[in-house]
């Protein structure tokens, strides 16, 4: 058997023939290549025993703010850039046969309870927010283009004061500014809410402090979050952005690709107001979800 | 302003890039590396989903398995060769002089209270635990072999079963197997004890699922915990290990340099029992630990 007597040159090798024996291939491969480049950042940088001290501090933090509404870890990996890019890794932008399909963005930290089932049309604003009227349509597509009719449509957004419903439950009732939709026969969606607005991650945990001592703002530009499924295409999560907001170039997520911004177009007109039901003036935007089809793994 | 609209190939230098305003510039380097050997890993093993989920979920549930008495990230990244790795790289074998120091190992997750301080000689064993007397003395010099009066030598260790006192508080007493000492005059130390045993690393929590899940082993062969300072010294955190102790080539936190292996010696004298205050038989060992000078940082 080999000795894993420890050497600081060696060090990753070493820790990586522990896993040697280990029975699932692919785990085998994920430890081994975590061992390789944590040894290395830690070389890298002579990580000391006080900066050590103070990293397991901070990841004990965060393990113990996360509890059923709040999930810090999801936020320290969206802040590192880290959910963007697993998203962006499993979603490519374009099909194998080359066509566009919707890109993906983080999920986020606040998809913790399951949106309602809601009627197309039905108003996301079930508490009657104060906001700027909103009708969103859409359509789901398959990557050439033919409409998918019964895909799930998942959407849940902030308010227009920059709050999602588990952030004020009492104020808002949970499934608030949520909503589940099934697309129709022609795979086309709609439903009416709010504008959303721009906000600031949670800060006051460990990542609202990691954010303040590396001089970055917690703020996510105005987004929809938008969750669609159908059965034999590729899932995709992802936002629509909202047209002007502050903070598309700084998304402190990383959320933002040019692909998913909108324009948030404002309506002024009685007759349209009333046939959707909204006050008016109302704003209208149209976000289009291609999907691709279901590779076997 | 740069932007941060993200984008898949150049992901690291993007997030970099959010970085570049840390007030302070060690942190910033920190960060910077940190985020760039995440981000490869990540793209290395191309990282999916589901496989970054159960990361989250992971993270998390060592985060909440820690209290007072028991720190899972500490023990995650000793059994990831992190600790290891870190302490060797603060801790040189050699001092700049060229002269052999005492190698530093892992400090563990068991120095959770503090030690009580004890006269030299005093027993560690003081709930009366079964086990081998033993007979430890030693000598704290510089590393030029000088003797350091007043050095503090703390050290801990489990008994006979494998048990540190904060894992059966009631039956041990905090405190025990545990003391505080001071050089003498001549910068020696000695105190009576039992001879530690090997014992498994706490696996009822993620870590423990880690190890299992990856066919390794919880067991580290058995050792004292030695920890020394002294004004104008580099503080060392290190063992002595007993020589033939099972898993000595196998320690599941990496903690093993030969340096640091000691023949614990088995001594049949009713006399130097007697002198010694201990059951004959009995055995002895000596470790001498040789501290290099601070070095202005």
């Known amino acids: 058997m080999t000795t894993l007597l420890f050497d600081e ?18 785990l085998r491969e994920v430890m081994t290549s975590l061992v390789t480049h944590l040894h290395a950042f830690v070389k890298d940088v002579r990580l000391t025993p006080g900066e050590w001290e103070a990293g397991i501090r901070f990841l004990t933090e965060t393990g113990q703010m996360c509890d059923e509404t709040r999930q810090e870890f999801i936020l320290l990996s969206d802040t590192l850039g880290v959910s963007m890019l697993v998203e962006s890794l ?16 983080v999920e986020g930290p606040f998809h913790v309870v399951a949106s309602p089932s809601r009627e197309l049309g039905a108003d996301l604003n079930v508490a009657g927010e104060p906001g700027e009227p909103c009708v969103v349509t859409g359509r789901v597509v398959d990557a050439s283009g033919v409409p998918v ?33 099934t697309t129709d026969a022609d795979g086309s969606y709609w439903f009416r809410t709010i504008v959303p ?17 590396t001089g970055r703002h917690e703020w996510r530009p105005a987004h929809i979050h938008v969750e669609v499924s159908a059965p034999g295409l590729r899932r995709v999560t992802t936002h629509v952005f909202v047209a002007g907001s502050p903070y598309l170039e700084s998304d402190t997520v990383f959320g933002v690709k040019e692909s998913l911004i909108r324009d948030f177009v404002e309506v002024d007109d009685e007759a349209e107001a009333a046939a959707y039901g909204v006050a008016n003036p109302f704003r209208t935007v149209e976000f289009v979800v ?6 076997t793994p």
């Open 90 to 105: 499993a979603n490519s932008a374009v099909s194998t046969q080359g066509d566009r399909l919707t890109e993906a963005t």
């Open 197 to 213: 607005a721009h906000y600031p991650i949670p800060a006051d945990g460990p990542v609202g402090r990691m954010l303040r001592q």
């Open 9 to 26: 040159d060696r060090s990753a090798e070493i820790v990586a023939a522990s896993f040697a024996g280990t029975p699932d291939p692919r």
């Open 149 to 181: 009719p019964g895909a799930k449509v998942d959407v849940w957004q902030a308010n227009a004061a920059g709050f999602y419903d588990v952030q004020q439950p009492d104020e808002m009732g949970l499934g608030d500014l949520r909503g589940l939709f």
């Open 290 to 295: 291609a999907l691709d089809a279901e590779t």
